[in-house]
């Protein structure tokens, strides 16, 4: 038996089980979206949200509330809680949410220059707080419900695609992947931000990270077999065979690596 048939049929499932496993994950996001409060939506994310099914798969959730949006200037803030994004210079990937509406709870905001910003430090521990989360590690907070641990994120949506990933778009692909169609889709679905700033920036509690966790889930279920047995395998190597603190590499670096 070669190895792509003992890592599909012992490992990480073949590739219709994969697809099944796939299509499962996002009919569970639709339906759970369509019984809850209609304000607030849910992105399945993990292994087990991109089709990984192994004893250390995690259940990852990214929650958001329609009502709440990133703009990106002062003049698209319309609505009273819009936030308007600010790119952290040397800082890569990561902004701050100014208030100019000035919208927020005081148990959320703090000050640069003499705007009012929206912590990333103080929302997550506003929320971790209210879930009765047991711990935080990067922008998820962790608890218990049932006999199940989960990870959540609350985030919040864009309503625009970044400058920073506008070269992703049209980026030259020798091999035509991901297709145009998969491209548009990303784009049209844009990307969140997500409350944990650089560690090595003087903004670390007040910044945020923008997360394009959903556009990488669209990635990962576009790929082939191979691609997703590489993926898989890379993710559980990182798992347990290296201390993810020491080598400060993570799932998402993973995605883009093999994109």
């Not at 409060?37 to 959730?61: N, Q």
């Not at 819009?82 to 100019?100: A, E, F, N, Q, T």
């Not at 929206?118 to 990067?138: C, M, N, P, R």
């Not at 603190?245 to 995605?255: G, I, K, P």
Request: hydrophobic share 40%.
């Amino acid at each position: 038996m070669s190895l792509y048939d003992r890592l599909s049929y012992f490992l990480f499932g073949t590739e219709k089980i994969v697809d099944i496993r796939q299509k499962l994950a996002l009919l569970r996001e639709r339906l759970r979206n369509g019984l809850q409060d209609k304000t607030l939506r849910m992105i399945c994310t993990g292994s087990l949200g991109e089709g990984i099914a192994y004893p250390k798969s995690d259940d990852d959730f990214m929650i958001f509330s329609d009502k709440i949006q990133v703009v990106r200037k002062c003049s698209d803030a319309v609505k009273r809680l819009h936030l308007v994004l600010s790119y952290v210079k040397d800082s890569p990937g990561y902004c701050l949410l100014l208030d100019i509406n000035r919208s927020y709870a005081v148990d959320v905001i703090c000050f640069a220059s003499g705007v009012p910003i929206v912590s990333s430090f103080l929302w997550k521990q506003k929320y971790t707080t209210a879930i009765e989360g047991d711990s935080v590690h990067g922008p998820c907070c962790s608890f218990v419900l049932g006999r199940e641990d989960f990870d959540c994120a609350f985030c919040i949506p864009c309503n625009f695609w970044p400058d920073i990933a506008y070269d992703w778009i049209n980026r030259n692909r020798a091999n035509r992947w991901p297709s145009h169609e998969i491209i548009q889709t990303i784009v049209r679905n844009k990307c969140h931000v997500v409350p944990v700033g650089d560690p090595d920036s003087p903004f670390h509690d007040h910044s945020w990270r923008i997360s394009f966790s959903d556009a990488e889930r669209t990635l990962i279920h576009s790929f082939n077999h191979v691609q997703f047995l590489t993926y898989s395998i890379l993710r559980l190597v990182l798992i347990d065979f290296f201390h993810r603190d020491e080598l400060r590499t993570s799932h998402f670096e993973l995605r883009t690596l093999i994109s």
